[in-house]
């Protein structure tokens, strides 16, 4: 079976520090791994994704993630957080040999604080 | 491209009530899933399609829950009857073919049950 983990319920942040949003998975084979956001009242948008290769992955905003196969580790990070980034953050896995069932976490959510 | 569709947006019925929920998938996407979000249980998966036939409808909770899709473009989710556990946001998202794809969602439609 698969599954992720996202221990922080809540991440705070100052505006322009650093953001890390962690992720542990547990997947049969190599994995598919991908991060959503959600802004309030909105569905959850795409925003990077790891399949094979360099293990720093750059997305949308600004956000890039790094895949680490020995902790099965997905971290999501950003520079410099902006007070925009505040939303609710889904990481989520498959396996590459699998069916194209995503299992999502249980979401975290970033507060940037002017 | 519009994205992925969903109607009604916001829906309010009474217990006991039939509730239709619909989906437009993007087009060329071979992939539709249906999922369900709350507080207390987070995103689950209720249900996927790949070319219009259900694949996996283990997260359906109850035989109340049924859902088709009778073509390509078009799915629904239906509550009968509907009873006030059921409310929720219901999220209908797309991908494309056996890859890595990533799964486009749509905005959700706002479920409440009194």
């Known amino acids: 079976a698969q599954s992720v983990a996202q221990p922080e319920d809540q991440v705070n942040v100052a505006e322009g520090n650093p953001l890390t949003v962690k992720c542990t998975y547990s997947v049969s084979g190599n994995p598919y791994l991908f991060w959503y956001v959600q802004y309030p009242n909105r569905g959850l948008q795409f925003l990077l994704k790891y399949i094979t290769g360099d293990n720093l992955v750059k997305g949308s905003y600004g956000f890039e993630a790094e895949f680490n196969k020995s902790q099965t580790s997905f971290h999501l990070k950003k520079p410099s957080a902006l007070v925009s980034d505040s939303a609710l953050y889904f990481c989520?896995?498959?396996?590459?040999?699998?069916?194209?069932?995503?299992?999502f976490g249980k979401g975290n959510q970033v507060v940037v604080i002017p | 491209d519009a994205g992925v569709i969903q109607s009604p947006r916001h829906e309010v019925t009474e217990m006991g009530q039939e509730v239709t929920l619909r989906c437009k998938p993007i087009s060329g996407h071979d992939y539709l899933f249906w999922y369900r979000q709350t507080m207390m249980r987070g995103l689950e998966l209720l249900i996927y399609f790949n070319n219009n036939v259900p694949i996996d409808d283990s997260g359906m909770p109850e035989d109340r829950f049924s859902a088709k899709m009778p073509n390509a473009s078009f799915s629904t989710l239906k509550i009968q009857p509907s009873e006030p556990r059921d409310s929720a946001v219901y999220f209908c998202?797309?991908?494309?073919?056996?890859?890595?794809?990533?799964?486009?969602f749509g905005p959700g439609t706002r479920l409440t049950v009194t």
């Open positions: 989520a896995v498959r396996g590459a040999g699998g069916n194209n069932r995503l299992a």
């Open positions: 998202a797309s991908s494309l073919g056996e890859g890595p794809y990533e799964q486009y």
